[in-house]
């Protein structure tokens, strides 16, 4: 394939093997572009195999642009499962969600009316609904409960794979570990990276290596700003079959992955400029909720826990994603993706047209670097 772009004719180097790196590498290099990934330790490594992996554009994905934003992000994936044929396979089943009873009911049935006012297919549900939907949860006296029809769920590290393969096929360089310790900056903009004594020529880069990006952006006058966000995960040894859909209790959160692992968090952030906090310790925090998922789900009792994850989300300040090229670097392109697992499939294929055909996408005009900017 063929792509014309004066800002596009050399070397296209993706810094970051994540889900939004290999969504951005995947998408140029089916263009034709030349594309040189590089990862700091290996692909996903960083919060990509730490996530939960939840697609979704539920109740904390507001105002309506951002909504809109998410929505297309289920969009994509369902293209890009499409497109990777048997390589990807999302659990496409919905969520459950369901608030304790005597507390934040109406502000449930509130979101769920504002999602079906634009257009969200989701809906209230009784006990009867839950327990059709969820034989095997056992939900309690709840004040609300809603089923989300179209959300689903992936490994975010077989989507990497399969990407990876991809890109690999289409002759791009995939190198790891190659730490990006400088950007080579000329007349203010980046020529290349380097890595200790090496250094790789660009034509344009793609900043989408996580919380790493802050650093590197500023080494080009730069500002994204992120914030602390740690999430932490526990992930059950393989067991029969218990739920098919993404499970959003009042204190926890789970789905059962495809291979029989149950994965296991705590509670969901309810939205933007809200925090979660940090929990005190990783293993002592993922024994409780595990605890905790046992009331909801009983099938997890005395299940064997195979490994608990703390992962570092990319968090920006505003909790809205940084994406596009920096105005005071015209070829640094920044991906800090949150929703980063709903949003990777759209952002690689809106990046791709912005860097290869010079468009500027309208959905990403909210999003842009530039806020950060004094």
Known sequence: MCYQSSMTTDRIVVVGAGITGASIAYHLAKRGAKVAMVDAVRPGAGATEKSFGWINATFSKHPRAYFDLN????????RLETELGGELKVQWGGSVAWVAAGGGADALRDSVRRHQEWGYATHLIDGDEIHRLL????????????????????????????????????????RYPHEVT??????????????????????????????AIPRL???????????????????????PKLIDRVVLAPDIHCKQKLDGRVVVGGPVVAGPGTAAGTPPEPGEYGKRILTEAAQVLPGLRGVGVERITLGRRVMPVDEYPIVGFA??????????????????????????????????VGLLEPYRPARFMD
């Open 182 to 211: 400088g950007l080579k900056l000329e007349r203010g903009r980046v020529t290349a990276i380097q890595a200790g004594e090496s250094s790789l020529e660009a034509g344009v880069v793609v900043l989408a290596c996580g919380v």
């Open 71 to 78: 929505q297309l992000g289920i969009a994509g994936w369902r």
């Open 217 to 239: 952006a500023e080494m080009a006058g730069v500002s994204v700003a992120l914030k602390e966000s740690e999430g932490v995960l526990v992930h059950t040894r393989p067991q």
């Open 135 to 174: 034989p095997n949860i056992a939900p309690g006296d709840f004040g609300a409960a809603c089923y989300s029809e179209y959300e689903g769920a992936v490994d975010a590290m077989d989507a990497v794979k399969a990407m990876l393969r991809q890109l690999r096929e289409a002759g791009a360089e995939v």
């Open 327 to 360: 105005a005071s670097c015209p070829n640094l392109y920044i991906a800090a993706m949150h929703s980063g697992v709903t949003l990777a499939p759209l952002i690689g294929q809106l990046a791709a047209l912005e860097i290869l055909d010079e468009a500027r």
